[in-house]
């Protein structure tokens, strides 16, 4: 990719503080990360637990780089034609009726089979064209001028077949069209690959990626991040918010409230105007943080002595 | 650099499979960013050589003992630390 702003990414320190001015707080190695794909023109393939900003990150780099972002979902079944590129076939069809209307001046005078055939040849087939082809995000990205960056998310619920057909991608930056053939990157993507760890990636796909492991941030991050995303938000607060949440975290719970439910706990607690954490508040608002039943019932006796903790 | 050659020669002996792709990514990435800071190089080498989270352990403990001192570390490596790998 064409970076016009050379300076933008001079260092990792650089991005780090300009992503925070952007609003997104990053820890050194996620900086780090952004400035090796930058540099070193390779994909990132980030793993996490959900919710700490995988492709939020995404989306912070594509607005800081004035690139665009190219997103795609995958889903257990995802194919190329989803993927990649297919036949917009209501023109294909059109154009054999065109075509059809052509043939008698295409042919006309034309002796025997043989110099039909000949001048039928010289006639050209656009039918699998460029014309004919309808981009989908994995060639709109190759395609894209100024480059773009290419959010592949969720890359665990697709299947491994996808995975194998992506490492052409990954590794030299163009794909295969059987009817065309090599479609060369205009100018090389950012490329950003996110997984849940719903299931152990291939050794093949992760050889060919830098790898990003963004954990939950620690209590100081967190309430960085808080800070700048919960306008109004007082600082007793925000650190009674983060540092319950540390501990909730610390228990044996089914799903752990991420990043993003943290905010949207310390945004409700600010629309109820809760000055302080008690334990009538936080059980009503447990739902926010907690998505299992199971998990509530485990930690609702314990809100009295969790909050008795903190002070 | 040699030094860094030597330290994913340790993540291999570890059970590390850092193919040479990654090798020259690592050393890239390092010559992009050199090894002056500690926290810079370990976060660096750990983007380009670790691909499993859960070599995450084994990568933190013999960067802290080939960063701590080189001389030393290479043989606590191999005498001490080793076998458990295994």
């Not at chain 1, 650089?14 to 990360?33: F, K, M, N, P, W």
């Not at chain 1, 996490?48 to 972002?69: H, S």
């Not at chain 1, 000949?118 to 656009?126: N, P």
């Not at chain 2, 030597?6 to 570890?14: C, H, S, T, V, Y």
């Amino acid at each position: 990719m064409i970076i016009k702003h050379q300076e933008k990414i001079a260092s990792p320190e650089i991005i780090q503080s300009r992503y925070e001015d952007l609003g997104y707080i990053c820890s050194h190695s996620v900086a780090t990360a952004i400035y090796l794909a930058c540099h070193l023109q390779k994909p990132i393939l980030i793993e996490g637990p959900p919710g700490v900003g995988k492709t939020e990150l995404a989306k912070v780099t594509a607005t800081y780089l004035n690139a665009p972002l190219i997103r795609m979902q995958c889903y257990e079944g995802l194919d190329e034609s989803k993927a990649l590129y297919e036949w917009k076939y209501g023109k294909q069809l059109l154009y054999t009726q065109v075509l059809k209307e052509q043939l008698g001046d295409v042919l006309r005078g034309a002796r025997g089979l043989d110099e039909s055939i000949a001048r039928l040849h010289d006639f050209g087939d656009i039918f699998y064209s460029q014309d004919f082809l309808e981009p989908r995000p994995l060639l709109q990205a190759l395609q894209s001028e100024d480059g773009a960056v290419l959010l592949i998310d969720e890359i665990d619920k697709a299947d491994q077949e996808f995975e194998a057909f992506l490492l052409e991608l990954l590794s030299d930056y163009q794909v295969s069209i059987p009817e065309i053939g090599t479609v060369k990157a205009i100018s090389t993507p950012i490329v950003m690959l996110t997984s849940n760890n719903t299931r152990e990636l291939g050794d093949a796909l992760k050889r060919r990626c830098l790898h990003l492991y963004i954990p939950f941030p620690d209590a100081a991050l967190e309430s960085r991040i808080l800070a700048t995303q919960v306008e109004g938000l007082e600082s007793q607060l925000r650190e009674q918010i983060v540092a319950l949440i540390g501990k909730l975290r610390d228990m044996p719970l089914k799903k752990s409230p991420a990043v993003s439910e943290t905010i949207d706990w310390a945004r409700a607690l600010l629309l109820l105007n809760v000055e302080e954490l008690d334990s009538h508040w936080v059980k009503e608002t447990l739902n926010l943080l907690l998505k299992f039943q199971d998990d509530i019932e485990l930690v609702e006796p314990e809100i009295a002595a969790l909050l008795k903790s903190l002070r | 650099m040699r030094f860094v050659a030597d330290f994913i020669g340790a993540l291999r002996e570890a059970g590390l499979n850092v193919s040479p792709a990654e090798s020259l990514d690592a050393l890239k990435a390092i010559k992009l960013l050199g090894l002056e800071s500690r926290e810079s190089s370990k976060t660096v080498l750990a983007l380009t050589l670790v691909k499993r989270q859960a070599d995450q352990v084994i990568y933190e403990e013999l960067f802290d003992l080939y960063f701590a001192g080189v001389g030393k570390a290479k043989t606590s490596v191999k005498e001490s630390n080793k076998p458990s790998y295994k």
